[in-house]
């Protein structure tokens, strides 16, 4: 079993910044790729990032490339997103998830997901 919690959340201003964390328990982390979702009142959940077992390959959405960077510390079995030049539209519940890609079914074990609120 694993077991993924979330944290970092909270408010920010608009161009502010956040950095969400991720810990990892139960099997082994650092054979896995790692990924962030999100989620929006009313809106289906979305593709955030992701990135490899080595922390060597991420992929972004279009949408905060350039502003999110995801990381990953394997001793430390902790996934981070950077979060950076946030807009309201950033606003969502934030999950991290194991697996890789743009689809949510390549993911097996989801975290409960933070809040992040992004005020204008």
């Known amino acids: 079993q694993v077991q993924l919690v979330e944290s970092g959340g909270g408010l920010v201003q608009a161009g502010g910044s956040l950095r969400l964390s991720c810990a990892a328990s139960?099997?082994?982390?650092?054979?896995?790729?790692m990924g962030w979702f999100r989620q929006a009142p009313g809106k289906e959940r979305e593709f955030v990032a992701c990135?490899?077992?080595?922390?060597?390959?991420?992929s972004y959405a279009d949408s905060v490339k350039g502003r999110f960077t995801i990381s990953r510390d394997n001793a430390k079995n902790t996934v981070y997103l950077q979060m950076n030049s946030l807009k309201p539209e950033d606003a969502a519940v934030y999950y991290c998830?194991?697996?890789?890609?743009?689809?949510?079914?390549?993911?097996?074990?989801w975290g409960q997901g933070t809040q992040v609120t992004v005020s204008s």
């Open positions: 139960g099997r082994t982390f650092s054979g896995y790729a």
């Open positions: 990135i490899n077992w080595s922390g060597s390959t991420t």
């Open positions: 998830a194991r697996g890789y890609g743009y689809q949510q079914r390549a993911y097996d074990y």
